[in-house]
């Protein structure tokens, strides 16, 4: 039997991880990243987070890590939450490319996706997670992930915005029903 939630889910909150050793998927945080983590626990409280999303990445994992204990909840890894593809090797940083894709977003190399199937990717993990029997859930993910949507919502993000998006960096997500409708950044300690 499918959940019916007694009234809408209408926020998320999206988290690009914290300052990473590298690109890789078992690559974990950096020192100032943990530290980071950690400070990122009562800001979560505030905001009576009740589930915790995760990209398979281990720096996504460890970024929401000290929350979920703090919290005592479980962390549900979800493939659709990973970071951007941008060919068949993986995620590897190429900014001319990266650059492009704010432009021209059906863009990929062989066996990666466009900005646009990536942001499709995001908004279907959105709307399957509005199902569930959480009301103010957090997804840990990816700045190219976030910057994906991001532009494909406001025609004046793009990838100086990008560039400048920090470390962890969170966004609150109104929806109806997993229909994205806003994304607002919020300001961390």
Known sequence: MDFVPTRPTTTMFLLRHAEAEGWGLSDGLTIEGAQASEALVPVFQSLEIDGVFTSPAIRARETVQPFADAAGLALTTLPDLREHQTSLQGHIPDDALIERRFKERNLSRPGGESFNDAATRLRNAIKSLSRRPV??????????LIASVMSALYSDFG?????????PALFKVTHNHGTIREIQPLTLP
């Open 159 to 167: 990838y100086d915005q990008f560039l400048q998006m920090p470390r």
């Open 135 to 144: 009301y103010a859930p957090l997804l840990s993910t990816h700045g190219g």
